[in-house]
């Protein structure tokens, strides 16, 4: 049986500038989806006059979202992080680079780098049942390494040898 759960899934975050230690999230949103990635486009198409495909390759960002619980102290970091990229009068945005290490409880694990955060809430939102509804921050990444499983691992391995000839 294969086993879905999510519970021990644990982030890590680096920003060069803001966090250079870097910080863990653990604290996730019950009311969103805690982590969530958007599927990538790696194939760009578009269909010609006569019918047939054009495909080319294109270069696509990484999109992964992480809810938290709002006023938790992993809000808190993701908030500072977030008003560093905010620029303002007489504010100029902080130049930082951000990578994301995602650990699945299974062993595999996803890193992501040369990324940076790109939206999410100043100020918490609430429900209409009155409640502090979970905050969720988006990031932006260029690469993407890891495996989640040993297939990935050996596709990716592979990958890379046949790179070589």
Do not use: C, W
């Not at 198409?45 to 709002?70: C, N, Q, R, T």
């Not at 209409?128 to 050996?154: D, E, H, P, W």
């Amino acid at each position: 049986m294969i086993n879905i759960s999510g519970f021990g899934t644990g982030v890590y975050i680096v920003a060069l500038e803001t966090f250079p230690q870097g910080f863990s999230v653990s604290q996730f949103a019950d009311d969103e989806d805690p982590i969530s990635a958007e599927n990538l486009d790696a194939i760009g198409y578009e269909m010609m006059y006569d019918g047939s495909l054009f495909a080319f390759d294109k270069a696509s960002p990484v999109i992964v979202d992480v809810a938290v619980i709002p006023g938790s102290e992993d809000d808190e970091n993701l908030k500072v992080l977030l008003q560093t990229k905010k620029g303002g009068q007489n504010l100029l945005p902080i130049g930082d680079v951000t990578s994301m290490v995602i650990n699945y409880p299974n062993n595999g694990f996803v890193t992501l780098s040369n990324g940076t955060i790109v939206n999410g809430p100043i100020v918490d939102s609430i429900q209409s049942s009155g409640r502090k509804k979970g905050n969720v921050y988006r990031f932006a990444f260029g690469s993407f390494a890891g495996t989640q499983s040993i297939k990935q691992a050996l596709a990716t391995v592979g990958s890379a040898a046949l790179e070589i000839f």
